[in-house]
């Protein structure tokens, strides 16, 4: 339309990108609705896990699948939410963070899982070997062919990537 207000296009501009970004997230939404329960155990585990965390403190959390995922064995799956659990545990108890989160993705041929927290970070004293948690959850993915790493972040908080094989 000639003369159209500049104010006008830009709100118009708006709107036809927000629509754009909404058709995209629906096409994933009905991709992950449409995939076999196998390939989507892994993030209902893990939002529940995270769920559960949002519930019982004020430390924003949430789950990100960055990629496509393969379809993995239960032990492998329950291997990677203990983890989880074991990680969102220790933010809860140690970080005093303000938020964290979840990622999802295939990395050399398998499937890792990142949780990474904005808290005060490991300090001097830190290492798997000073808890049980940590150790455990090291214990079982490694039984499997996977592994556990537990190091700083950019964010001066803890970063623990969990990885399985496919
Ligand atoms: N997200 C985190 N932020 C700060 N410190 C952490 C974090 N996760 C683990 N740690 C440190 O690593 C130690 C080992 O963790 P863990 O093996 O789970 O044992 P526990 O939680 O029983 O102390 C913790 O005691 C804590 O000092
Ligand atoms: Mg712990």
């Not at 501009?13 to 989507?40: G, K, N, Y």
């Not at 699948?65 to 990677?80: G, K």
């Given at each position: 339309?000639?003369?159209?207000?500049?104010?006008?296009?830009?709100?118009?501009?708006?709107?036809?990108?927000?629509?754009?970004?909404?058709?995209?997230?629906?096409?994933?939404?009905?991709?992950?609705?449409?995939?076999?329960?196998e390939q989507v155990a892994l993030g209902v585990a893990l939002r529940e896990h995270c769920r559960a965390f949002s519930d019982r403190t004020t430390i924003?959390?949430?789950?990100?699948?960055?990629?496509?995922?393969?379809?993995?064995?239960?032990?492998?799956?329950?291997?990677?939410?203990?983890?989880?659990?074991?990680?969102?545990?220790?933010?809860?108890?140690?970080?005093?963070?303000?938020?964290?989160?979840?990622?999802?993705?295939?990395?050399?041929?398998?499937?890792?899982?990142?949780?990474?927290?904005?808290?005060?970070?490991?300090?001097?004293?830190?290492?798997?070997?000073?808890?049980?948690?940590?150790a455990s959850a090291f214990d079982r993915l490694a039984r499997i062919g996977g592994s556990l790493a537990v190091a700083p972040n950019d964010d001066d908080?803890?970063?623990?990537?969990?990885?399985?094989?496919?």
């Amino acid at each position: 339309i000639p003369g159209l207000d500049q104010d006008v296009r830009t709100r118009l501009s708006t709107i036809e990108q927000q629509a754009a970004e909404t058709t995209a997230a629906l096409r994933d939404s009905l991709r992950v609705l449409s995939a076999p329960p196998e390939q989507v155990a892994l993030g209902v585990a893990l939002r529940e896990h995270c769920r559960a965390f949002s519930d019982r403190t004020t430390i924003t959390a949430q789950v990100i699948t960055l990629t496509e995922l393969p379809t993995l064995p239960r032990s492998h799956i329950q291997a990677l939410a203990d983890a989880v659990r074991e990680a969102l545990l220790n933010v809860e108890k140690h970080a005093r963070a303000h938020s964290v989160v979840i990622s999802i993705f295939t990395l050399r041929g398998g499937v890792a899982v990142m949780v990474s927290d904005d808290g005060v970070g490991l300090g001097d004293g830190h290492t798997r070997d000073t808890g049980l948690g940590l150790a455990s959850a090291f214990d079982r993915l490694a039984r499997i062919g996977g592994s556990l790493a537990v190091a700083p972040n950019d964010d001066d908080g803890v970063t623990v990537q969990a990885w399985v094989p496919a």
